[in-house]
Each structure stands twice: as structure tokens, then as C-alpha cells.
């Protein structure tokens, strides 16, 4: 099993009601860890010989051996997926009011021009 495989385990498809399954929403994880972390982690991964394809199991083995590089990647996951815009619509029923990738800069100029909105004006 590789990382992104467990993020589809941690996040399974649900047809029925219309939810993707991580790998589907196209997310850029390679910031989410360093390069050793994440490299333990796949490499933990790698290594173990379980038949079992328990997500749980699979977070528990890793937890036991590098438990804040799990933290960290479980935690990046949850806000991840749940802040992307095809899942908020989906639990919200409207559209994001400002998604990521459709933030208009032109909109954003007078804001950070005039500093509007600063908390250390």
C-alpha cells in the first residue's frame, strides 16, 4: 500500500451519494510532509506484510513507529479533502463562496491595497 492508496482507504468513494474518493478530487499532497517523513511513512508502508487492508491498521502500524508524521499527514488530509470545494458543495449544498483555484486577484487588489480587513492594521 502506498500513501496515496491509504488516503483512497481513508476516504473512500460513496457512488450513492455522489463523494469522490481522495485520488479523484486531484489534490497536490507533496507539501503536506517532509521528504524524510513521508519517506518513513511509504517505506513503513512498504514493509509490512499484512494481508490486512484495514485503513485503521494500516494508520495504527504507522502511528507506532512515526506518530507525529501521522498526525501531521492525517490531520493535512482531513482539512485537505474536506476543504475541497467538490466536497463542501456536496455537504453544504451550495457552491464554496470562494474556492481556491477560482480566486479572482483582481477582486482581492483594493482589499490588500487599502489593508482592509488587517488584523495589525
Known sequence: MTL???LDAMFPADPARGYPCFSELKLD?????????????????????SEKEDVNDKLKLLQSHAPEAVK???SAAIITYFS????????????????????DPDLLAPVLTHNRGALNP
Request: glycine letters at 4%.
Open 72 to 74: 501531521s499527514f492525517t
Open 4 to 6: 496515496d492508496q491509504l
Open 84 to 103: 475541497a470545494p467538490e466536497v463542501v458543495r456536496l455537504l453544504s449544498g451550495e457552491t464554496p463562496r470562494h474556492p481556491r483555484e477560482e480566486i
Open 29 to 49: 499532497t507533496s507539501s503536506w510532509l517532509d521528504a524524510t517523513s513521508r519517506n518513513t511513512l511509504e517505506a513503513l508502508l512498504a514493509q509490512d506484510g
